[in-house]
């Protein structure tokens, strides 16, 4: 009986470490006129499930820890907590009056959400679900990020054309900086301590250095630029236009466009694969994902999602 | 037409609060079939003012300017003025973007939006073609609690009856013809 026991414990245990060896990518993409979020099994390149969210869910941020997703409703003010192991809407925090762009900290203990209308950044503590602070922030932020030690936050504002460094400790806001006309998306450049604003009407991205708080470039996309995904590998940055329905590749050193690639119509979130071999981008008219290979620059699949997709943020773990 | 009306009918009967809204661009995508060549159709479309002839909605048209960065003024039957550039033009594929941006403040009666992308596209259908007016608008209010006569659903219903009217009027021109 004994000796069996231990069988089936090591039986078990070879089983855990098969499963982690052969662990799993997962997308999760908004479908912002559905009020679903669409989960792609990256290797079956397949939807496995769909979850019931909020009203009109549009961001989505993945935890460092790959345990949770959380995805913002402006719709209905809210923030649904999905579980990465069971898929399921484990909590809703009620926050402001148009939560859309989110970020979390690298210990994953508080995610922060901009609020379109309110023109603030509230944190929100991810284990007790209250609000922490409200920071007072520019007009309209659309774009949000955190450095990489977790002290300051990175916000675009759109109708002011500036990008923000709000000090997490003391709620000062550091510095302001002019970029392009409505800057949306704004993703962190951590090994290059850069970050990438996309400016939607002046169809430009502005390259800021962190360090000095100061535009060091900027470089032109196509209509209605929305956000920038980096790839380290391949030194390549990808842009979605939403209004050209395509991605521009750009060299991540001259910031040279390489290729310009057609996707679905009106791309908007767009991220690259932990693994680095794709691209994955929700097109916003189609209700599809496109992948696009990362060495060709083709793209080789299109996943149907559903109704209005968006996954504006950070939308892929591993489990 | 009833549409709209049914449209407004269902906010009388729903609480303005479901209508709720945050910043969430509206879709919309309409098609018709058309008795005449892509290229007849394409060079049609491509100036700008003939809108006129076919959309009943639209009274009077003035353009500045012709291909990229052109805009047109429209006259509504209602008054109402409003003013789209050409912003894109893709002759490959048969394909023009018109935006529309209203000027801050500003409230277009009947069509209570901010700003609206419309993809007017041409495609080979048979002997004929197939037009398509596709894109996004946004609505003017920002808040979650807007006034119901300016809620998503009343935006979505407008641009879709004046999308739809520019599409059945220049089905109905070239089957005159």
């Not at chain 1, 509230?122 to 030690?149: C, H, M, R, W």
């Not at chain 1, 679905?264 to 694969?273: A, D, K, L, M, Y």
């Not at chain 1, 916003?284 to 994902?289: A, C, E, I, Q």
């Not at chain 2, 709209?4 to 906010?11: A, C, F, P």
Request: net charge negative; glycine share 6%; hydrophobic share 40%.
């Amino acid at each position: 009986m004994k000796v069996n026991l231990n069988k089936i414990v090591f039986i078990l245990t070879f089983w855990a470490l098969a499963n982690t060896a052969l662990a799993q990518n997962l997308a999760f993409i908004t479908n912002q006129l559905e009020d679903t979020v669409s989960v792609i099994d990256t290797s079956s390149k397949s939807v496995i499930k769909t979850i019931q969210v909020g009203n009109k869910p549009a961001g989505v941020m993945a935890s460092f820890d790959n345990k949770h997703i959380y995805i913002s409703n402006p719709g209905n003010q809210e923030i649904s907590v999905i579980e990465t192991d069971s898929l399921e809407v484990v909590k809703t925090i009620t926050v402001g009056q148009a939560p859309l762009a989110l970020t979390i900290s690298h210990d994953n203990q508080t995610l922060f959400v901009a609020d379109w209308y309110m023109d603030s950044v509230f944190s929100v503590n991810t284990q007790s679900f209250e609000i922490k602070n409200q920071y007072k922030v520019g007009d309209a932020p659309s774009g949000l990020a955190i450095s990489s030690d977790d002290k300051l936050l990175f916000v675009a504002n759109k109708k002011d054309n500036s990008v923000m460094f709000i000090n997490i400790d003391s709620g000062k806001i550091q510095s302001e900086i002019q970029v392009g006309t409505a800057p949306f998306g704004i993703t962190v450049d951590y090994p290059k301590q850069l970050l990438y604003i996309v400016n939607v009407q002046s169809e430009d991205v502005t390259v800021v250095d962190i360090k000095k708080a100061k535009v060091i470039n900027s470089f032109p996309v196509d209509t209605f630029p929305y956000i920038v995904s980096i790839d380290e590998a391949n030194n390549h940055l990808f842009v979605t236009n939403k209004r050209d329905s395509s991605v521009s590749v750009v060299d991540r050193t001259t910031f040279k466009e390489i290729k310009k690639i057609y996707v679905g119509e009106f791309p908007e979130g767009i991220n690259i694969h932990p693994d680095g071999q794709s691209v994955y981008v929700a097109n916003w008219f189609d209700g599809t994902v496109s992948v696009i290979d990362t060495n060709t620059l083709e793209v080789t699949e299109t996943i149907e999602t559903g109704e209005g997709s968006r996954a504006y943020g950070q939308f892929i773990i591993e489990r | 037409m009833n549409y709209l009306k049914l449209s407004l009918l269902s906010i009388l009967l729903i609480p303005a609060l479901v209508f709720a809204h945050g910043p969430t661009p509206l879709k919309f995508n309409i098609e018709v079939e058309v008795n005449a060549s892509p290229d007849e159709v394409w060079t049609m479309v491509n100036k700008l003012c003939s809108i006129k002839d076919w959309n009943e909605s639209v009274t009077e048209c003035s353009a500045t300017g012709e291909g990229l960065g052109a805009f047109r003024e429209l006259t509504l039957d209602n008054g109402e003025v409003i003013k789209e550039e050409l912003t894109k033009v893709q002759e490959d594929r048969k394909r023009m973007l018109t935006t529309l941006r209203v000027a801050e403040g500003k409230l277009i009666k009947g069509m209570p939006i901010k700003s609206m992308g419309s993809f007017l596209s041409v495609s080979e259908n048979g002997s004929g073609s197939k037009v398509k007016i596709r894109g996004t608008a946004y609505s003017a209010f920002e808040g979650k609690s807007p006034p119901p006569d300016q809620t998503d659903a009343v935006c979505k219903a407008a641009v879709e009856e004046f999308h739809t009217k520019t599409l059945n009027g220049m089905k109905q021109l070239f089957e005159a013809k």
